[in-house]
């Protein structure tokens, strides 16, 4: 069971997270939160995302699992305005769900959660590099590193205490560096891994809205970033595997 | 012959209320106005449009006949900008029309008129239900019908005092009901019949500019849109035939 | 050497006019200025280009050569705001470029110059008729002709005391005259030559931003253009070949 009532734009903007690696998920409604954990088809990345009662104007929910399809929700979602109140209710024995605002109700057929990849384990990883970053400066770093490579390493410098992106072209090299003045926080830990810039582009354009992203580095290891949603109502994570680095 | 002077803007939004569905058109000049009606190709849509002397700074033109490739009109206007006076200037025994607007003269080689299809007659059908509703609201809910499928059923409920939109995709569903608190006048007769959205859609991007548009429609009838352009100085009307509704 | 400091909007702004001709270049550095002269694959236009040091909060460079990849450099400056200060640096014996601005360094491997094409000539013609026009109204004179044709003549019409364009379509025709009034200066020499449209639409899009355009013309003759770049710290000037008019 589920009933809620929330702003379209957080809703969305939760949606548009989640639609950042996958096209379907499963959707466990719990009684004080929504809650999802799915991996993309490649096996690649993660995203755990929680958005809390707080969030919503109005929430009430038993546990529950509801199979959606993200990509139509993101369509949907895409024509309602910020500030526009959105209800959620489960219809049908659960097979439906309903999104009301102003005059519309828009019911979707969900799809059958068995028929989704499980949820993956919350894995145990030690990453004890710690950088916290602004948003759209992270983005900003992404986008200027697939100017001329599809591979970027983040990493963690203790002894110039910073925060650094570096990604190398056939010809050319970038590198960004960030100390602790243009960081909201630093743990000087020493941590290198290379990431494809495929899976940070995508991601990028949903952190770029947050005000702070807690970027969590190891050596060869995958990275984690964490950020609010909702007004701190709701928190996203992503986790993306390490790429080799070849000499 | 015609000489007359409009502003383009107001001038660009009658032709662009005809390029929702020809691409050709016989345009009459008339004493005190210019008229067409235009069927599209697959004689499923109709578009008359009367534009009155009064929305031009200056007008003069005897009864004729003018053929216009509409698609090249609407290219033309489109690098015009709001406020600039546009004269339109028929020359050489009216094979051409000339469109002078700042020091530029554009100079057009009209179709023949007896190549664009004869002027579909003025049907005569009831539509006894009725709703004036404003032209971006009726925009919004043919966009979001499209989202899930290709076809939207328009209706009256006489009893639930509503205009209803609905559409139906293989596994969704969304309806909007608007009563008379959200519509501008509503005439309460039962009503219901499918369209196409391919032409609402086009007709939808023309009609979110009218701050009204008067809807009416019968029971697997066509549907009728008119609403008012150039300030009043001229009306536009859509004439659209229903789809069969498939079980 | 090179070492130079800029404010990486004036930066973008001269690589984007030698960007509308060509996807390479050698650039020259001055004591007091770069220095670029480059002929498009066609060998129908030609772009020179002068910065002077003036144009730079901070200018060092003794004479040299840089092979640039100008696709490349429009790109990367792409990414940079309005204000950032951009620094410049020649690296490893003057084989790298390196680009710095706010925490980034981005490394350019420079093309060897002797693979790309000479520096023409300075062409000695004389064109004795001359118009002064904003950018901005050339671009849209351009971009008016573009609609019906792929040709544009451009003269001047020393009786009527006008610089005109013209344009023919298959059945349509434009022309544009603009009198004393309407032009920053006039030099009424007859003058009329047909160009092509595919280079004058790259080059009207830089020329836009130019307050003034200074339009030399002869009769059949190339016709060239010049206007001031970086607050008039650099100039431009595009130098293109006429076409033959066809009867």
Same mark, same amino acid.
């Given at each position: 069971m589920l009933k809620a009532t929330i702003d379209a734009e957080i809703f969305r903007e939760s949606i548009d997270a989640i639609a950042a690696l996958v096209t379907e998920c499963r959707l466990h409604t719990e009684e004080d939160m929504l809650v999802t954990r799915a991996v993309d088809t490649a096996n690649v990345a993660m995203v755990s995302l929680e958005l809390k009662s707080t969030a919503f104007d109005a929430y009430s929910a038993t546990a529950g699992e509801l199979g959606l399809d993200i990509a139509k929700m993101k369509n949907i979602l895409g024509m309602m305005g910020r500030g526009d109140a959105l209800t959620l209710n489960l219809l049908d024995e659960e097979r439906k769900l309903e999104l009301a605002f102003k005059g519309y109700k828009y019911s979707i057929t969900l799809l059958? &959660?068995?028929t989704i990849r499980k949820d993956p384990s919350p894995p145990t990883i030690e990453l004890p590099g710690k950088a916290v970053i602004s948003g759209s400066a992270l983005n900003n770093a992404i986008k200027a590193a697939a100017v001329i490579s599809d591979k970027i390493a983040l990493g963690i410098d203790p002894d110039a205490m910073t925060f650094y992106m570096e990604a190398e072209g056939d010809t050319d090299h970038i590198k960004l560096a960030l100390g602790e003045d243009e960081l909201? &926080?630093?743990?000087?830990v020493g941590a290198r891994s290379l990431f494809s810039l495929d899976y940070l582009k995508d991601m990028g354009k949903v952190m770029a809205k947050a005000d702070e992203v807690e970027v969590n580095l190891g050596v060869d290891h995958p990275v984690k970033f964490a950020f609010d949603i909702a007004d701190g109502n709701g928190r996203v994570e992503y986790l993306l595997a390490p790429r080799i680095e070849a000499d």
């Open positions: 059958d &959660a068995s909201v &926080a630093l743990n000087p």
